[in-house]
C-alpha cells in the first residue's frame, strides 16, 4: 500500500475499533484480505465488476455502490480516496487528499485525468462534507472548486509507531542486503512522474561524479503506469548504485527506511508526504522539495529544495555527505517533529466529520 491505502487502513481501523455501537460495511471490488475486516461490527461486501478502468469507476459508483447503499440502508458513506456516488442521496463524507491531475494533468494517462477532471468537482460539490490532510491541499480545494469553507477541513496524516530508530549492527544487515553494505539515499513511493524521479537520479549522478561517494539509491515502490524511456535509460546508467526493490511489505519497508543514510523525497506536487513523516520517526535526514504541501509537513526539520533544480537537490545531498554536524542537527530535528504527526488524531478528526453528519 502507498499514501492513500496507508490513509485507509489506519484511519478505517481505528474508528471501527473505536466505536463497536455502529454497523460497518466495506465495500470491495475484488476478494479481500481478511485482515482488513478488523472487527465484529464490519460487514465485507464484494461489488462487481472490479474497478480498473475509468469507465468501469463509473459503473462501480454510479449503480453497484448506489445499490449497495440502498439495499443496506446505509446512514452515511465514507470514502477515503475522493470517489463518490453521485446519484445517490445518501450523506457522503470523502477525502480527497490532492488535486494534482488539475495542475499536471499530462502526467496522467488520456483516459484518467479526463475522468479526475471530468468527476472530481462534481464530487466536491456533491459531497456532504470533505476532508483533507494538509492546509495546503484545503486551500487549493477551495481555491479551484468553490468549496464553501465550512464544507472542508483538514487534518495531517501520521505514520505507523513500527517506525523506530535501528542500532547500528541491524542498520548494517539491512545494508548489507540491499546495497552491498554501502550507506544509501531512499525514495518511497508511486513511480509516477510528479514524483520527479527523473530530476531525483540526475541530482543523485552529479553527486556521485562531485564527491566520488560509493553512496548509493534505492528507490521503494512500483510503477502506476510504466516508466517512460528516459527515466529507464538513466537508470540503466546508474548501474548498480540505484538498486529498485519494487513493493516491500510493511515491516521490511520499516527496516529499510532507518537503515537509509537519509531521505530524498522532491516531488514537485504532493498532498502531503507521509515518507517524511516516517523517514523523521527513524531519525534518518529529509531532503525534500520546497512546493506544494511539503514545507508545511516538514517545518524546519528537513532540508528544502527547488524540485525543478537539479544542481540544488545534488548540493543538498552533499551538505548532508560532508558535514556531519548537519547531518546531527536534521537526524535531532526530525524525531522531534515527527512527535506531532499521529494517526489517532487523524481518526479522531475523521470520526468527529463523520459523527456530525449522522446526528
Same mark, same amino acid.
Given at each position: 500500500?502507498?499514501?492513500?491505502?496507508?490513509?485507509?487502513?489506519?484511519?478505517?481501523?481505528?474508528?471501527?475499533?473505536?466505536?463497536?455501537?455502529?454497523?460497518?460495511?466495506?465495500?470491495?471490488?475484488?476478494?479481500?484480505?481478511?485482515?482488513?475486516?478488523?472487527?465484529?461490527?464490519?460487514?465485507?461486501?464484494?461489488?462487481?465488476? =472490479?474497478?480498473?478502468?475509468?469507465?468501469?469507476?463509473? !459503473?462501480? %459508483?454510479?449503480?453497484?455502490? $448506489? *445499490? @449497495?447503499?440502498?439495499?443496506?440502508?446505509?446512514?452515511?458513506?465514507?470514502?477515503?480516496?475522493?470517489?463518490?456516488?453521485?446519484?445517490?442521496?445518501?450523506?457522503?463524507?470523502?477525502?480527497?487528499?490532492?488535486?494534482?491531475?488539475?495542475?499536471?494533468?499530462?502526467?496522467? =494517462?488520456?483516459?484518467?485525468?479526463?475522468?479526475?477532471? !471530468?468527476? %472530481?468537482?462534481?464530487?466536491? $460539490? *456533491? @459531497?456532504?462534507?470533505?476532508?483533507?490532510?494538509?492546509?495546503?491541499?484545503?486551500?487549493?480545494?477551495?481555491?479551484?472548486?468553490?468549496?464553501?469553507?465550512?464544507?472542508?477541513?483538514?487534518?495531517?496524516?501520521?505514520?505507523?509507531?513500527?517506525?523506530?530508530?535501528?542500532?547500528?549492527?541491524?542498520?548494517?544487515?539491512?545494508?548489507?542486503?540491499?546495497?552491498?553494505?554501502?550507506?544509501?539515499?531512499?525514495?518511497?513511493?508511486?513511480?509516477?512522474?510528479?514524483?520527479?524521479?527523473?530530476?531525483?537520479?540526475?541530482?543523485?549522478?552529479?553527486?556521485?561524479?562531485?564527491?566520488?561517494?560509493?553512496?548509493?539509491?534505492?528507490?521503494?515502490?512500483?510503477?502506476?503506469?510504466?516508466?517512460?524511456?528516459?527515466?529507464?535509460?538513466?537508470?540503466?546508467?546508474?548501474?548498480?548504485?540505484?538498486?529498485?526493490?519494487?513493493?516491500?511489505?510493511?515491516?521490511?519497508?520499516?527496516?529499510?527506511?532507518?537503515?537509509?543514510?537519509?531521505?530524498?523525497?522532491?516531488?514537485?506536487?504532493?498532498?502531503?508526504?507521509?515518507?517524511?513523516?516516517?523517514?523523521?520517526?527513524?531519525?534518518?535526514?529529509?531532503?525534500?522539495?520546497?512546493?506544494?504541501?511539503?514545507?508545511?509537513?516538514?517545518?524546519?526539520?528537513?532540508?528544502?529544495?527547488?524540485?525543478?533544480?537539479?544542481?540544488?537537490?545534488?548540493?543538498?545531498?552533499?551538505?548532508?555527505?560532508?558535514?556531519?554536524?548537519?547531518?546531527?542537527?536534521?537526524?535531532?530535528?526530525?524525531?522531534?517533529?515527527?512527535?506531532?504527526?499521529?494517526?489517532?488524531?487523524?481518526?479522531?478528526?475523521?470520526?468527529?466529520?463523520?459523527?456530525?453528519?449522522?446526528?
Amino acid at each position: 500500500m502507498e499514501g492513500f491505502g496507508w490513509y485507509t487502513y489506519e484511519v478505517v481501523k481505528r474508528i471501527v475499533c473505536a466505536h463497536p455501537e455502529h454497523e460497518f460495511y466495506f465495500l470491495f471490488d475484488r476478494p479481500y484480505d481478511p485482515k482488513f475486516i478488523f472487527a465484529k461490527n464490519v460487514t465485507p461486501i464484494v461489488l462487481n465488476p =472490479p474497478a480498473r478502468h475509468p469507465v468501469l469507476f463509473i !459503473y462501480w %459508483f454510479e449503480i453497484a455502490v $448506489r *445499490k @449497495a447503499l440502498k439495499k443496506h440502508s446505509i446512514d452515511l458513506f465514507f470514502s477515503p480516496d475522493g470517489y463518490l456516488s453521485l446519484s445517490s442521496s445518501v450523506k457522503q463524507v470523502i477525502a480527497i487528499h490532492d488535486i494534482n491531475f488539475e495542475h499536471h494533468p499530462r502526467d496522467l =494517462p488520456f483516459t484518467a485525468r479526463l475522468y479526475l477532471r !471530468y468527476f %472530481f468537482p462534481r464530487f466536491a $460539490r *456533491k @459531497a456532504t462534507e470533505i476532508i483533507t490532510v494538509s492546509h495546503y491541499s484545503l486551500k487549493d480545494i477551495e481555491t479551484l472548486y468553490g468549496v464553501a469553507s465550512d464544507r472542508i477541513s483538514y487534518c495531517w496524516n501520521g505514520a505507523s509507531e513500527e517506525y523506530v530508530p535501528l542500532d547500528d549492527i541491524s542498520i548494517k544487515l539491512v545494508r548489507n542486503k540491499y546495497s552491498s553494505g554501502e550507506p544509501y539515499f531512499l525514495f518511497v513511493g508511486s513511480m509516477h512522474p510528479r514524483k520527479n524521479l527523473l530530476r531525483l537520479l540526475r541530482a543523485f549522478s552529479e553527486f556521485k561524479k562531485r564527491e566520488g561517494s560509493s553512496m548509493k539509491i534505492l528507490l521503494v515502490g512500483t510503477s502506476m503506469w510504466g516508466r517512460d524511456k528516459e527515466l529507464e535509460q538513466l537508470i540503466h546508467s546508474l548501474g548498480d548504485d540505484v538498486i529498485i526493490t519494487g513493493h516491500l511489505e510493511k515491516d521490511e519497508l520499516c527496516k529499510v527506511t532507518a537503515a537509509a543514510f537519509a531521505l530524498t523525497f522532491v516531488p514537485y506536487y504532493e498532498g502531503f508526504g507521509i515518507p517524511i513523516v516516517e523517514a523523521m520517526r527513524c531519525g534518518v535526514p529529509v531532503i525534500c522539495g520546497n512546493r506544494t504541501s511539503l514545507p508545511e509537513v516538514a517545518g524546519d526539520a528537513a532540508l528544502l529544495c527547488d524540485p525543478f533544480d537539479e544542481h540544488a537537490i545534488s548540493e543538498r545531498m552533499t551538505e548532508l555527505a560532508t558535514d556531519d554536524i548537519l547531518y546531527m542537527e536534521f537526524k535531532r530535528k526530525g524525531l522531534e517533529r515527527s512527535t506531532i504527526f499521529n494517526w489517532d488524531q487523524t481518526a479522531l478528526h475523521v470520526w468527529k466529520v463523520i459523527e456530525k453528519h449522522l446526528k
